[in-house]
């Protein structure tokens, strides 16, 4: 038995039982909320290691548990899981701070993937504080790595914990074309096999945040078929 804790938010009984059965089986102890409310209470008791979200719960949406939690401070990673054809809640979700989705039906392996991959950053987060600290600026925007926040003319841009680490690390390498593969695997922590289209809306939200024109953008640049290049001093 290891130390995680998952909280699963999912009101499908037979669904509960296979997930539940799955983690426990990889030493993961599991905790369960079936509706809005116990949901709630539930996130607001902490104490958990990563939360794993069904959108549609009896009496309430994930989505207002998700914006919940962020709005409060709280940076649990969260998995949401969703219907394949949900593409606007799966934008939605990432856009309020979850930290990726998965479509139903899934893959138990994949599910486990991204499960060890969310715990595996939260569980590395203090090495990746212990770095230099430095403050980057790139036009009328300011990273500030020491306290984890950007500032745009002076004003605190409000980022999701990953929308801050995707930045970070593109900073980190200004001027080189990163693959969304590679920003998969050191941002989220995931294996170069997974798919997924989690980088490209949160640069999307990224971009909308800084001001950065999506059909002209200054600061990161789409490199088609391939990725994104950090610049934060383009050439105009």
């Known amino acids: 038995m290891n130390d995680t804790s998952i909280l699963l938010i999912e009101d499908e009984p037979g669904l509960v039982l296979t997930l539940t059965d799955l983690l426990a089986s990889k030493g993961y102890a599991v905790t369960n909320a079936v509706d809005f409310a116990s949901a709630k209470a539930a996130v607001a008791s902490g104490g958990h290691d990563v939360v794993i979200l069904d959108l549609m719960l009896p009496g309430g949406s994930g989505l207002d548990l998700l914006e919940g939690m962020r709005s409060g401070g709280d940076a649990t990673p969260v998995l949401v899981l969703t219907a394949k054809a949900d593409v606007t809640d799966r934008v939605a979700g990432l856009k309020m701070g979850a930290d990726d989705y998965l479509g139903k039906p899934f893959d138990s392996a994949e ?23 430095a403050i980057v600026r790139f036009g009328d925007v300011e990273l500030d790595r020491e306290r984890a926040e950007v500032r745009k003319a002076g004003v605190t841009v409000t980022l999701t914990v990953q929308e801050f680490r995707l930045l970070e690390f593109l900073s980190e390498n200004d001027g080189r074309t990163l693959s969304r593969a590679r920003l998969l695997q050191e941002v989220w922590g995931y294996d ?35 990725g994104y290049r950090f610049e934060s001093a383009p050439e105009r």
Do not use: M, N, Y
């Open 111 to 133: 599910l486990l993937a991204r499960i060890e991959a969310l715990v595996r950053r939260t569980k590395d987060g203090p090495a990746r504080r212990d770095r230099p600290k």
């Open 192 to 226: 170069g096999t997974t798919a997924s289209r989690t980088v490209d809306v949160h640069v999307s939200s990224l971009r909308q945040k800084l001001g950065d024109d999506p059909s002209d953008p200054r600061w990161i640049v789409t490199v088609r078929g391939f």
